[in-house]
């Protein structure tokens, strides 16, 4: 009787976990059929009746029959200069709410404890020094179109090609949860020989509602900013879903920048969604 009590339990949690695997595939699919495919109509207007007739998009700007500007997020995308030393540039409206839903999809059912990395051998080990969860993107998936669409807006953004990019890794920082400042910046000598050294990180939230978790760079401007519920010396940055921030691991003298420090703050309620791309200065492939 205990056996078949057993098996009827197993037989209903496989049964539950196939159905919402499905239900998730489902999710991503349905967005990456309808990925582009939106566009409002355009309101045509002239400044007086000599001028050319010129189009202009009515509500949130689309990119009609543009697939270039519709990649780029042209008009959308907002830059903001937060620094110069370190070089930090917060990028508004970086990704839409889809893309943001898209990268969390993927990410869910192959969330693991996050790690870091071991300046003796270059091999990812767990620490209390990141106590988030988070996955990589595989190689496969970077052919997506959605996925395409976001590493080439990188790209033209950043002005590094997209092949010198490592892979996309989407994290989830749950309250309480935080990453204590470091550099990006490789001190060993194993992980410069596929692609030498990271020069720049783009750094894109994915989720609303996050008190806390602001991304700080203790190093930067003179003044004070909140982290986590404390005021501290420095400049951070809260995290906006859609919004992304960029900033560079090496001077433009191609020197490692050590000001480039940086992490992130205790999330004090809901969950902090971001996903994070670090480019080096050769191809990683």
């Known amino acids: 009787m205990a056996m078949k009590i057993v098996f009827a ?33 355009f309101t045509r207007v ?23 500007a519709e990649i780029l997020r042209i ?13 930090i540039i917060v990028l508004h409206n970086f990704l839409s709410m889809e893309e943001c839903d898209y990268l969390r999809a993927i990410a869910i059912p192959r969330l693991a404890v ?10 990812g080990v767990k620490s209390n020094v990141r106590t988030s969860s988070g996955m990589f993107l595989r190689s496969e998936e970077r052919k997506y179109p959605m996925v395409q669409a976001i590493e080439k807006r990188i790209s033209v953004y950043s002005q590094v090609p997209i092949e010198n990019g490592e892979l996309i890794q989407v994290l989830r920082y749950e309250k309480t949860q935080f990453y204590k400042p ?36 203790p190093m930067a401007g003179s003044g004070e900013c909140s982290c986590g519920g404390k005021v501290v010396k420095g400049m951070s940055v809260k995290p906006n879903k ?26 004090l309620a ?5 996903a994070t791309k670090w480019m080096r200065q050769r191809a990683t492939s």
């Open 9 to 41: 339990l197993l037989t209903f949690v496989t049964v539950g976990m196939i159905i919402g695997a499905l239900f998730q595939l489902a999710f991503i699919s349905k967005l990456e059929n309808s990925y582009g495919t939106k566009f409002p109509s």
């Open 46 to 68: 002239r400044k007086n009746q000599n001028d050319a007739c010129l189009q202009f998009p009515r509500g949130i700007p689309q990119w009609e029959n543009d697939k270039e």
């Open 75 to 87: 008009g959308l995308v907002k830059p903001e200069i937060i620094s110069w030393s370190p070089r």
């Open 270 to 274: 809901g969950e902090k969604w971001s």
């Open 242 to 267: 859609g919004d992304a921030v960029l900033f560079w691991s090496m001077g433009l003298d191609g020197q490692l920048d050590p000001k480039s420090l940086h992490g992130g703050c205790d999330v």
């Open 114 to 123: 996050s790690s870091v990395v071991d300046a003796k051998t270059g091999k």
């Open 182 to 217: 470091h550099h990006d910046y490789f001190s060993d000598t194993f992980n410069l020989k596929r692609g030498g050294q990271r020069i720049a990180t783009i750094l894109m939230y994915l989720s609303d509602n996050v008190e806390g978790g602001e991304t700080y760079f």
